[in-house]
């Protein structure tokens, strides 16, 4: 019986969780409220696009319309999204141990 210590994983633990969040935002944002913006066809309430992710903040809620607001916590939510794979991609990039391919990258 030999010993063979355990293998290291590739992937810090801290990136695969951040991995999970990105995933589980994006279906959240896909299926959830992607399915809130075409049941209720408020896809283009606003016309004016893109708008910061912050803009709901400066709005008055209690004078805007439901549909407004489902587009708007919609947009917010793919800033969300972006943000968070911009950030998976620059971890993995980060924590590649291959000098080659950090390089490349």
């Known amino acids: 019986m030999t010993d063979t210590p355990e293998p290291v994983p590739i ?3 801290w990136v695969r969780l951040w991995a999970v969040v990105t995933v589980a935002v ?4 896909l299926f959830v409220l992607g399915g809130f913006v075409t049941s209720f066809r408020v896809g283009m309430a606003d016309p004016v696009w893109p708008t ?3 803009y709901l903040a400066g709005q008055d809620w209690s004078k805007l319309e439901f549909g407004f607001l489902v587009e708007h ?5 793919g800033w969300v999204v972006g943000i968070l794979v911009s950030g ?9 141990p291959c000098r080659t391919r950090k390089l490349l990258g």
Do not use: G
């Open 11 to 13: 992937v810090p633990r």
């Open 26 to 29: 994006a279906l959240l944002l």
């Open 52 to 54: 910061e992710p912050w």
């Open 73 to 77: 916590t919609h947009r917010a939510a």
């Open 88 to 96: 998976l991609a620059i971890a993995v990039w980060a924590t590649d």
